[in-house]
């Protein structure tokens, strides 16, 4: 009998742990976790965008009702936070624009100086390589500057269409209470 019963309960006990996972959801916030990802150097505008997209999503999970819609605010707010981490990793390195400037301001003075040919060619082949140096760091803030920009085009689109989702739900008919 205790056999019987042992082996009883061993089989409803596979049962039971067979039946769990049609009825247990683990769910996973994407938002939540792309946000605990995110770099700790973020400058403060790129953060203030990403907590801003953050409380979008959070906003729309309460008041969206419809699923493809709440879907396409995820996605947004998802690209949103994956620009941001992208905008930390740009980095200027190296000499600052001031060190760049007094450089080439004392290469131009020896230029000028310079008796010797070859002194003179080393001196303009530096100034050139820093020349250079100007337009890459210039290239590097421009598309900084135009990541921060796409972030600023998804926080606002993002804002305006959990405008019009939530006032389409406002205007969608309510069932009658029936009290």
């Not at 994407?30 to 400058?43: E, G, I, R, Y």
């Amino acid at each position: 009998m205790v056999t019987t019963a042992t082996s009883a309960a061993a089989m409803g006990i596979v049962g039971v742990i067979a039946m769990l996972p049609r009825h247990l959801q683990l769910v996973i916030d994407p938002v939540h976790a792309a946000v605990k990802k995110l770099p700790t150097n973020l400058d403060a505008e790129v953060r203030d965008l990403c907590a801003r997209s953050a409380a979008i999503w959070t906003a729309a999970q309460d008041r969206i009702s419809d699923d493809a819609g709440k879907n396409l605010v995820r996605d947004g707010v998802l690209k949103t936070l994956e620009v941001a981490a992208r905008s930390a990793e740009v980095k200027i390195t190296g000499p600052s624009e001031a060190e760049l400037t007094q450089r080439m301001t004392d290469l131009d003075q020896r230029i000028a100086a310079a008796t010797d040919r070859e002194v003179k060619t080393q001196y303009q082949s530096a100034r050139a390589a820093l020349d250079d140096q100007q337009r890459y760091r210039a290239k590097i803030r421009q598309g900084r500057e135009r990541l921060v920009a796409r972030m600023h085009n998804h926080v606002a689109a993002l804002e305006k269409f959990e405008l019009a989702a939530t006032g389409l739900d406002a205007a969608r008919p309510r069932p009658p209470d029936r009290r």
